[in-house]
Nanobody
């Protein structure tokens, strides 16, 4: 599966952005999609994830209540709506996918990665 992330940009603290992750190449319904981010000088970290077929969504604690992951099946696209952005949300954001299995975990084990999209939040 190929992933194309987009939607990053520069926004002031308190603002909003919506990231998109368009998937192609295979039937995506059997996959789970996650969003990760990597700030300068830091390790990549999990942000949010969900099975493409729907169901439970997962978030890191620092974004709960501010970020929402969702998908549009007709467009084969997963979104990350980011509200109340903070300067510490500044990072390159990546989307990733893995086949859902009995052992899948939201925060790791992804096989397919898109290119990153930069989110910069100014104070």
């Amino acid at each position: 599966v190929q992933l194309q992330a987009s939607g990053g940009g520069l926004v002031q603290a308190g603002g909003s952005l919506r990231l998109s992750c368009a998937a192609s190449g295979r039937t995506v319904s059997s996959y789970a999609v996650g969003w990760f981010r990597q700030a300068p000088g830091k390790e990549r970290e999990f942000v949010a994830a969900m099975p493409w077929s729907g169901g439970t969504t997962y978030y890191r604690d620092s974004v709960k209540g501010r970020f929402t992951i969702s998908r549009d099946n007709a467009k084969n696209t997963v979104y990350l709506q980011m509200n109340s952005l903070k300067p510490e949300d500044t990072a390159v954001y990546y989307c990733a996918a893995q086949v859902v299995s009995a052992r899948w975990r939201p925060s790791g084990g992804y096989d397919y990665w898109g290119q990153g999209t930069l989110v910069t939040v100014s104070s």
